[in-house]
């Protein structure tokens, strides 16, 4: 079974700083997606970036892009220029390369941005 | 930019009860997904659906139960509600035609069961 592993339950960057949060995965499929959500007091569920296993290049979209080590297993994603409404729950999740594949997420990891 | 649609967005039931949640997807996605998230945790996969039929279950109690109708819109039906099935209720939905895998959620349906 896959499982999708957040390491840090809360993390904190300042204003205009960039943080980096970690995930670790587990599969034993060769095809499959990543995918970062984010969850803000709303609780709304938001694509912020996806990555297809089979593509080497790391995912960018604006201020957030991600370290796809497939080798290791891990999908880290990097938020530049930090600004307040960045403050969320951040979910890793991971679903197999067959169209209508689940989602699998980690435990999540709080961040918070200080002014 | 159309997207999820779920309805009720609260409910409130008692023990023993019955409710019904509705999602109505993305305009030609066919993939539909209901996730359950209770408080302070990551949320679960339930059931899927694609193009009408049941394409995957998870960890969906007994006494749910869902479906996906001809206008692809999707009922998740729950009876004899307990206190612990008090969650946010996600719906997504995707396109399994050049659509990369994305999910998208909907709004979600806050569910107490008191």
């Known amino acids: 079974a896959q499982t999708v592993t957040q390491s840090q339950p809360e993390m904190s960057v300042q204003e205009a700083e960039t943080v980096t949060l970690s995930c670790t995965y587990d599969t034993s499929e060769s095809d499959y997606y990543l995918f970062w959500y984010k969850q803000p007091p709303s609780r709304q569920m938001i694509l912020v970036i996806r990555q297809e296993a089979y593509k080497q290049q790391n995912a960018t979209e604006n201020r957030f892009s991600v370290n796809f080590q497939k080798a290791a297993k891990s999908f880290s994603l990097k938020i530049s220029d930090s600004q307040l409404g960045d403050a969320a729950m951040y979910f890793c999740?991971?679903?197999?390369?067959?169209?209508?594949?689940?989602?699998?997420f980690g435990k999540g990891t709080k961040l918070s941005v200080k002014p | 930019a159309a997207g999820v649609i779920q309805s009720p967005r609260h409910l409130i039931k008692e023990k023993r009860e019955t409710a019904t949640l509705k999602c109505y997807p993305i305009p030609r996605h066919d993939t539909v997904y209901w996730y359950q998230q209770g408080p302070g945790q990551d949320p679960q996969f339930l059931i899927s659906f694609y193009e009408k039929m049941q394409s995957d279950k998870g960890s969906i109690p007994d006494r749910f139960s869902a479906q996906q109708f001809s206008d692809y819109h999707s009922e998740l039906n729950m009876s004899s509600l307990e206190l612990g099935d008090s969650a946010l209720y996600f719906c997504a939905s995707s396109a399994t035609s050049g659509g990369k895998g994305e999910q998208f959620f909907g709004p979600g349906t806050r569910l107490t069961v008191l």
């Open positions: 999740a991971y679903s197999s390369g067959g169209s209508q594949g689940n989602l699998i």
